[in-house]
């Protein structure tokens, strides 16, 4: 995949798939630390922990219930790939929370791309979802929240799609793009740039 937003996409489609009615999706990323953490919690319905012993297999599959596809394994490549780990929580009925801890510096990081998209993407087939999505770098930080986003609609559904288009752009400019092999001191030296407006 090109794009970190693809990732996010294929993740948060499992929580769906689980049952989920609340995902939380947190990207941070720190210059300084060179660190990127990329965050995805649901309260869906969780993996058996024998499940959770094969996620990341990409030749696992459920013959009764194909509950995952390449999603994590890929998300799981990614994240070795740019010198991080990957963590998988999850309870049975309390839901999951997977998190990738890469290097931001790594030539093997691909672009943030095109979050307004894949929440987009997530609300237009799951209207009712609870959804938030955060994202931080540095000192800069921005959130949408489906549920508050409804409250100001007004009844107006938030698959209109001039709320649709709204909250495509609304996301892209509160997410930051994350450059990939850019130089740390040069990032820090460019700190006008990652300041909100």
């Given amino acids: 995949m090109k794009e970190l937003a693809l990732y996010v996409l294929d993740l948060a489609q499992n929580s769906v798939v689980a049952g989920a009615k609340n995902i939380t999706i947190h990207i941070t990323a720190d210059v300084k630390a060179d660190h990127l953490s990329i965050r995805i919690a649901d309260d869906g319905k969780g993996i058996s922990p024998d499940l959770l012993k094969k996620v990341t297999d990409p ?48 030539v093997d990081l691909v672009p ?35 549920e508050q986003i409804r409250e100001v609609l007004q009844g107006v559904s938030i698959t209109e799609p001039s709320v649709l288009n709204w909250t495509k752009d609304y996301v892209n400019q509160g997410s930051i793009e994350i450059l990939p092999n850019i130089n740390i001191s040069r990032k820090e030296g460019a700190k006008k740039d990652y300041e909100a407006d």
């Fill in 112 to 146: 943030l791309g095109d979050m307004g998209s894949t929440i987009v993407s997530l609300l237009v087939s799951n209207p009712e979802l609870n959804l938030v999505y955060s994202f931080t770098l540095n000192d800069y930080s921005f959130t949408f929240d489906s």
């Fill in 59 to 106: 030749f696992f599959t459920s013959r009764k219930e194909r509950r995952f596809g390449l999603g994590i394994p890929f998300f799981k490549d990614l994240v070795e790939q740019c010198g991080g780990t990957l963590t998988i929580k999850s309870k049975e009925v309390e839901g999951t929370i997977i998190e990738g801890k890469l290097k931001l510096s790594s």
